[in-house]
């Protein structure tokens, strides 16, 4: 096979090579990361777990190009960000990337279907494309009969399902979720893990931030951060994924 035949862009989705941070200076300057390098090929759903103060959320403000690491190269489909400015990386940050937040952040008087357009409107999609995506976005994570209701007419797992549209509807290359079910019940938390992994089954490229090994269950992959470095990065078996035979011999207890 060619290359121009080939269907999809041959870069990783994220390509983290020797990432260094370092937050102030002198003696007191602190190695939040020292030395990460990661690669998500594009299709992929990645767990980042790791004790308090391992660098989770220094990796995620990267990974979401809300910072720019000291050091080492943060290449995002291809693109190394590091160089970017503000303005050219609030532009990626919208374009390449859907944030899914512990806390929903939804504008509480914006009906759900408007919270999951706001960033289509930033991006400048015209309203018929608009209209038609919200609609298939809010299809998917099972709430088409909930787009009119305000976010406190919604329970905590309907709310982050209306989150994760909004994360969706740009078709960005990577959806970012951080602590996605922290604040969510047993049953809100498998109603939106199961969106995950209906999203991870149509082809989505995911990472998760979380400390539930419920989440990182679910995941194709576990990354773990210790002391600002890789600890360890596994490929997991997902109990759907094993045969029958297995699972009644109690194989995964
Ligand atoms: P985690 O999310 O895994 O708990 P963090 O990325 O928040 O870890 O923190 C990693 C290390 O960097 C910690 O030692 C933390 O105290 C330090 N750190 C995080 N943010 C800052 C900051 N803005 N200024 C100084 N130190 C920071
Ligand atoms: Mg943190």
């Known amino acids: 096979m060619t290359t121009a035949t080939l269907p999809h862009p041959v870069h990783p989705v994220l390509d983290l090579r020797a990432i260094e941070q370092v937050y102030g200076e002198g003696d ?4 939040a990361l020292r030395g990460v390098s990661l690669t998500v090929e594009r299709g992929d759903y990645v767990a980042v777990m790791g004790p308090s103060g391992s660098g989770k959320s220094t990796l995620m403000n990267l990974l979401g190009c809300l910072d720019v690491p000291t050091g080492g190269h943060h290449l995002l489909d291809g693109v190394d960000v590091a160089g970017l400015r503000e303005s050219q990386l609030s532009l990626v940050r919208n374009r390449k990337i859907g944030f899914v937040f512990q806390s929903f952040n939804l504008i509480p008087r914006m009906t759900a279907a408007a ?3 706001l960033p289509m409107l930033y991006a400048g999609v015209a309203r018929a494309a608009r209209r038609e995506r919200v609609a298939a976005a809010l299809e998917m994570v099972g709430l088409a009969d909930r787009a009119d209701h305000r976010p406190n007419e919604l329970s905590g797992g309907q709310q982050q399902r209306v989150a994760v549209a909004r994360a969706l509807v740009t078709s960005p290359s990577l959806v970012l979720a951080d602590e996605p079910t922290g604040n969510l019940d047993s049953v809100s938390t498998d109603d939106v893990l199961t969106v995950f992994d209906q999203l991870s089954a149509a082809g989505r490229t995911i990472v998760v931030i979380t400390h539930e090994d419920e989440v990182a269950a679910r995941a194709k992959r576990v990354v773990r951060m210790r002391d600002g470095v890789v600890a360890s990065d596994v490929r997991t078996v ?7 035979a297995l699972l009644r011999q109690g194989a995964l207890r």
Do not use: I
């Open 28 to 31: 007191t300057a602190v190695h």
């Open 115 to 117: 919270n999951v357009e």
């Open 238 to 244: 997902r109990v759907g994924d094993l045969p029958p």
